[in-house]
């Protein structure tokens, strides 16, 4: 659908640009703005190896994991149906360490990992899962401590303070944040409304052929 807007919106302009005799403007800007982007990438690549690289040393150094345990309960608070030794928490710690620390490329794999895993415990694989939703809004509006990718544009178009944004950045992730959290209780709870959760069978109601195994033989 991305593409389908984009072409759309490609195709508008050149329309425009050829009705009214300017279609040199917009070959011209075309052409500036590819070599504008390149020029960004080469500028980022720098910062974010940089990054990457403290990244992989927090990792070996068991940082990552001193993170993902300190946010062990809140994670197991947003996603109360994802059970607490499945895989899926490990790439939702990793992605929301990732995100903490600005660093949303390293982020986007953990996610795309997390979202595999949720998916097998989907138990209707033609819609997302209320776990899925959460993870997707708290990847959308996580809150970044270290706004990582922002400050290597800045730094790389000569910001004379490149991190004065932090505090903002932080102040506005964290409104973000709290206001997916928000929408995600409340769209959970009108999940559970609709589709209310079986309820469990009590111990005593396990038939004691199936809680004991037969020994005979």
Not at 10 to 33: E, H
Not at 97 to 120: C, V
Request: with cysteine; proline share 7%.
């Amino acid at each position: 659908m991305i593409n389908v807007i984009w072409l759309a919106l490609i195709v508008i302009g050149f329309g425009f640009a050829a009705a009214q005799g300017n279609i040199d403007t917009v070959t011209s800007a075309a052409f500036d703005g590819a070599k504008t982007g390149v020029t960004v990438c080469f500028g980022l690549i720098s910062v974010l190896v940089f990054w990457l690289g403290m990244m992989r040393l927090a990792e070996e150094s068991g940082l990552l994991q001193k993170i993902a345990k300190l946010l062990s309960p809140v994670v197991r608070f947003l996603f109360p149906d994802v059970p607490k030794n499945h895989p899926a928490m490990g790439y939702i710690l990793s992605n929301m360490s990732a995100n903490l620390l600005g660093l949303g490329n390293a982020a986007t794999p953990m996610g795309i990992k997390a979202m595999q895993e949720l998916q097998l415990l989907n138990p209707d694989k033609t819609a997302a899962s209320p776990a899925m939703c959460t993870l997707l809004a708290l990847n959308t509006a996580s809150i970044t401590l270290i706004p990582t990718t922002l400050i290597a544009i800045r730094m790389n178009y000569q910001s004379a303070n490149p991190t004065e944004i932090v505090g903002t950045t932080l102040a506005a992730t964290i409104v973000a944040t709290l206001a997916a959290v928000a929408a995600d209780r409340w769209y959970r709870r009108k999940f559970l409304n609709r589709h209310p959760q079986p309820p469990r069978p009590p111990v005593s109601a396990i038939p004691s052929s199936a809680a004991k195994p037969d020994m005979k033989g």
